[in-house]
DNA sequence: CCTCACAATTTCATTTCTGCAACAATGGCG
DNA sequence: CGCCATTGTTGCAGAAATGAAATTGTGAGG
């Protein structure tokens, strides 16, 4: 019981043994696994050192297994097979995306061109299991095991270690419906707004946030008498065209979706302050292959959207 | 077809990846393993970073398996699993000598007291599959995977990278039936030996090869006129005490096998030249446990007759 | 909300390992 | 029997890994 001392065998050495000993010599092993043969030499003799014992009896012709090291190349072999099935299944892993896919996707946004990144994503990666968790709560990333966390903000969420790439930033405007508009009137300057019916976005318990409109340079802060808070953005959309009053919306947002002349531009000189789309990850470098393809696809749509529709 | 560079994952690190991963934090990882933290984590970041994909989202609090860790998980436990398997066997090995032990003996000398050392070796360890060859020719170590031959010779055999012990070296000397002196007369000078029957060993097609007496500086040389050689010493000792001639023995062979007083003697003052028992085996370290421990109660055996029997 | 304690990472000097090249050694060939 | 092609080992300079301590970062509790 004195000495437990597990006499840790390097793993990568027996395998270089099992090499060694298919190969047959040295200079064969050296050419087949690249290694220069004083580094093959001197890992089997410190590997023979810290079994106590040869495993290969060797001089410059011959090459011969001892019965202790015939043994001993039964587990090298499953080790190395072992390795390399491993090593196989982390590079087949990275070329070709599979397994599943965990994404957070903000509630208040998910009917935007999101539904269409994820059907091309769908398309392209038929095997991957996505899994979309629409939920108002900022998620924890890592406690959850989430791939990827879609978030929209103004302003870069710094979270520390979470990583935020930009995927599309795209300006504001207020929109209304026409009819709307020539019942109540269509206003000249930002103040003209007070007197109608806001259709905002709030998100969570969140405080009423004022509307932020500048025109170069002029800075204009306020917000409707009357106000209508939801927390979807597709809602507020659909009020907005039902003519209930005027609403905060993207650019991206009344051309990515059905807009088909029911909307029209309120102050089309005032711009809310640009919204950004991220792409929210725990670690810059080393993300699963489905994230990449998928960031790559959301980039691409999003992309697509503001360019050529 | 392209990159066929097998992205060689390093085995050590999975392994180790898998302790880490079953203790659940770097730091308790390192109580266990006994290496630093340090190493742990650049050892699993270096991984992460061949494998091109994070294995555990970790903070200075948590530690969570990504599914693609999760799933290397398996390949890592395997392969630690094996790993220690070839550990415990080479550990075990060096403990309790197991397995087969194969030796060459020269046929001329098996009879003496290599018998009652053999008889030892397997009362100790009757797991070990003795494989006793005795054969004329020299045979080649390394090809025929001995693991020991046992040499009888005069002067040290340099056979290059072979590794030559000493087990023992006992003095010769001339040795006849006391029927046979009262009936021949006993020589009183080395000259006398000449009117007398030699029997003789001769190994191989050897020439034959001259008895030498030595005392105090002085020397002679000569052999008997009519000389009976054979090669089993065993048969000239029993040919000795038959009374047909005078054997050329060593001491250790008088004492060791049944000598109940039929041979006596000759010439006492006049020795042959001393053998050696050596044990010829390839490479000095890194012997097998069975090796190591014949060569030991070889050397134990032999030592114990020249001293107490 | 701030602070503290603990865990992972990083820093830097030291040790170890690598890789090229020269060396030595072995066994087949003429 | 001696030469020589081929093979395993070793020397040395440079590169990489290691280990102890300082640093940074995180989450729970006051």
Same mark, same amino acid.
């Given at each position: 019981?004195?000495?437990?001392?597990?006499? !840790?065998?390097?793993?990568?050495?027996?395998?270089?043994?099992?090499?060694?000993?298919?190969?047959?010599?040295?200079?064969?092993?050296?050419?087949?696994?690249?290694?220069?043969? !004083?580094?093959?030499?001197? &890992?089997?003799?410190?590997?023979?050192?810290?079994?106590?014992?040869?495993? /290969?009896? #060797?001089?410059?012709?011959?090459? %011969?297994?001892?019965?202790?090291?015939?043994?001993?190349?039964?587990?090298?072999?499953?080790?190395?097979?072992?390795?390399? +099935?491993?090593?196989?299944?982390?590079?087949?892993?990275?070329?070709? *995306? #599979?397994?599943?896919?965990? $994404?957070?996707?903000?509630?208040?946004?998910?009917?935007?061109?999101?539904?269409?990144?994820?059907?091309?994503?769908?398309?392209?990666?038929?095997?991957?299991?996505?899994?979309?968790?629409?939920?108002?709560?900022? %998620?924890?990333?890592?406690?959850?095991?989430?791939?990827?966390? =879609?978030? =929209?903000?103004?302003?870069?969420?710094?979270?520390?270690?979470? =990583?935020?790439?930009?995927?599309?930033?795209?300006?504001?405007?207020?929109?209304?419906?026409?009819?709307? /508009?020539?019942?109540?009137?269509?206003?000249?300057? *930002?103040?003209?707004?007070? &007197?109608?019916?806001?259709?905002?976005? $709030?998100?969570?318990?969140?405080?009423?946030?004022?509307?932020?409109?500048?025109?170069?340079?002029?800075?204009?802060?306020?917000? *409707?008498? #009357?106000?209508? %808070? +939801?927390?979807? /953005?597709? /809602?507020?959309?659909?009020?907005? %065209?039902?003519?209930?009053?005027?609403?905060?919306?993207?650019?991206?947002?009344?051309?990515?979706?059905?807009?088909?002349?029911?909307?029209?531009? $309120?102050?089309?000189?005032?711009?809310?302050?640009?919204?950004?789309?991220?792409?929210?990850? !725990?670690?810059?470098?080393?993300?699963?292959?489905?994230?990449?393809?998928?960031?790559?696809?959301?980039?691409?749509?999003?992309?697509?959207?503001?360019?050529?529709?």
């Amino acid at each position: 019981m004195a000495a437990m001392a597990t006499l !840790a065998l390097h793993a990568d050495d027996l395998i270089l043994f099992a090499h060694i000993a298919d190969a047959g010599s040295l200079t064969r092993a050296s050419d087949r696994t690249g290694l220069p043969k !004083a580094t093959l030499s001197r &890992r089997l003799t410190a590997l023979e050192n810290r079994c106590g014992e040869r495993l /290969l009896q #060797r001089s410059t012709r011959r090459m %011969v297994l001892t019965a202790f090291g015939e043994q001993m190349l039964e587990h090298a072999r499953r080790l190395s097979e072992e390795a390399g +099935a491993a090593a196989a299944f982390a590079q087949h892993r990275q070329r070709t *995306p #599979r397994g599943s896919l965990r $994404v957070a996707l903000p509630p208040e946004f998910a009917e935007l061109s999101l539904a269409l990144a994820v059907t091309r994503f769908h398309a392209r990666y038929p095997d991957v299991r996505l899994e979309l968790d629409l939920s108002a709560r900022r %998620v924890d990333l890592v406690a959850e095991r989430f791939d990827l966390a =879609v978030r =929209v903000a103004t302003r870069l969420p710094d979270d520390g270690t979470l =990583v935020a790439r930009r995927i599309t930033t795209s300006s504001g405007g207020l929109y209304a419906n026409r009819n709307y /508009l020539r019942r109540y009137g269509t206003p000249r300057t *930002p103040d003209d707004l007070i &007197r109608h019916v806001g259709l905002a976005l $709030v998100i969570g318990a969140g405080e009423r946030q004022k509307w932020l409109l500048s025109r170069r340079g002029e800075r204009w802060e306020g917000l *409707p008498d #009357r106000v209508l %808070v +939801a927390n979807s /953005l597709g /809602l507020l959309h659909a009020l907005g %065209v039902r003519g209930l009053g005027i609403v905060a919306l993207t650019e991206r947002f009344t051309r990515g979706l059905a807009n088909r002349g029911e909307l029209e531009r $309120v102050l089309p000189d005032w711009n809310l302050p640009p919204i950004t789309l991220w792409c929210v990850t !725990a670690g810059r470098r080393l993300l699963s292959p489905q994230t990449h393809a998928f960031i790559e696809i959301l980039r691409a749509t999003l992309a697509d959207d503001t360019s050529r529709r």
